[in-house]
């Protein structure tokens, strides 16, 4: 095609799908653990999956306002909000053995500032003229099935003994401990501006 036509519209699908999936696996390690601090908590299908959806609902409203240019926080501010909130879920994980209703709740406001973390990736990249909408959803499509990866793969690891009586002092908050230690240290890291 000629060099000064725009961007085809599949090549951009295609592009922000695989930018979102990356962008989590295996790239996101701090998405992983937050994904992965819902999970040890909620390993039934459908307390998780109200959770995850509540999560990729929330930045995706953040990430397109920051995208047009509505919403800005620094990176010196959501980095470390980022890394709390992985601290914060991994440590309710550790006191509590089943799913606080409001938990989704929770969940949302913290997929407000992932979101925002989202929108530093993407507007590096830039979005094709036009195809502002098509980008956003591909690339929140794309996050979406990292986040199922992720689940999938914990899943498979977990399937033989999630039901067993002590899965949750030996899976759950030993792993809790471990993942909240890493975000409590980035939370740290990153204020200080060395994460």
């Keep these: 095609s000629d060099p000064g036509t725009s961007t085809p519209l ?3 699908i295609r592009q922000f799908l695989y930018l979102g999936f990356t962008h989590i696996v295996p790239e ?7 994904v992965l601090g819902l999970f040890l908590l909620a390993p039934g299908l459908r307390p998780l999956l109200k959770q995850v959806t509540a999560f990729t609902v929330a930045h995706s409203l953040t990430l397109g306002l920051a995208m047009l240019g509505l919403v800005h926080l620094s990176g ?4 470390p909000l980022i890394a709390l909130s992985i601290a914060v879920v991994a440590i309710e994980n550790i006191y509590r053995s089943d799913v606080n209703p409001a938990r989704w709740m929770i969940v949302f406001g913290f997929g407000l500032i992932h979101g925002l973390g989202f929108a530093g990736v993407l507007s590096q990249l830039g979005v094709p003229p036009g195809q502002f909408l098509p980008a956003l ?3 929140n499509v794309g996050v979406e099935c990292g986040q199922l990866a992720v689940i999938l793969v914990a ?10 009586a002590w899965y949750h002092n030996r899976v759950t908050i030993p792993a809790s401990v471990v993942i909240a ?3 409590l ?5 990153r204020a200080l501006g060395r994460g």
């Excluded at 996101?28 to 937050?34: A, C």
């Excluded at 010196?76 to 980095?79: A, C, G, L, N, W």
Aim: charged share 15%; proline share 3%.
């Design 185 to 189: 240290y980035w939370a740290v890291t």
């Design 155 to 164: 899943s498979l690891l977990t399937w033989p003994v999630i039901r067993r």
């Design 137 to 139: 959803l591909s690339f």
């Design 10 to 12: 599949a090549t951009t």
């Design 181 to 183: 230690g890493i975000g």
């Design 76 to 79: 010196r501010i959501v980095e």
């Design 28 to 34: 996101g390690l701090d998405h992983i653990l937050f």
